[in-house]
């Protein structure tokens, strides 16, 4: 396993940051390894990568998700990851944003490009693409501000309220 924690400050408020990184089909446009994100339902992604020139696909289930704050997961189905994303407000208009990824590497020649430092200098590249996306952009794409729990989806019109509703996965 190797661990992977890469840092970017982005000129937007952590709201503006955050609420970008929730648009997951947006991915490809910032993540050169990306190649398409489908959002299944508010808990479960599917990912299409090709990573040191393998084709990788993996479903991804979010564990918790904090809005303005963190977003958590791990895969349930192809390459083994997970990880998480942080936000830190710096200012009122300057956000850190923290990728931290785990990669349980399937291969020698997956493990060599961790080791190597090959998929950090691409993670370290796709937060400074993500920089400059939503930089020049100035707004988000979309958001989705409820919060997850383990099980547990909190859709955001029960989130400021406080309420919790479970639904099924």
């Known amino acids: 396993m190797h661990t992977i924690e890469k840092t970017v400050e982005v000129g937007v408020p952590v709201r503006t940051a955050y609420n ?3 648009q997951f089909e947006e991915f490809p446009r910032f993540m050169r ?7 299944l339902d508010d808990k479960r992604l599917h990912w299409r990568a090709v990573v040191l020139g393998q ?3 993996w479903t991804a289930e979010i564990t918790h ?3 303005d704050r ?3 997961w791990r895969s349930t189905a192809g390459i083994a990851n997970s990880g998480s994303v942080s936000f830190q407000p710096l200012s009122s208009a300057r956000t850190r944003v923290t990728l931290r990824v785990l990669v349980h ?5 997956q493990s060599a490009g961790c080791t190597l430092g090959l998929v950090g200098a691409l993670l370290r590249g796709d937060l400074a693409r993500f920089r400059t996306f939503i930089e020049g952009r100035g707004w988000e794409t979309g958001r989705w501000r409820g919060e997850i729990q383990g099980m547990v989806v909190i859709p ?3 989130a400021r309220q406080g ?3 479970a639904r099924s996965a």
Do not use: G
């Open 156 to 158: 955001a019109t029960h």
């Open 70 to 72: 963190r977003i958590c």
């Open 55 to 57: 084709p990788l696909e």
């Open 105 to 109: 590497p399937e291969s020698t020649a």
């Open 33 to 39: 390894a990306v190649r398409d994100v489908q959002q």
């Open 20 to 22: 970008q990184w929730t």
């Open 65 to 67: 998700q904090v809005p």
């Open 163 to 165: 309420l919790a509703r």
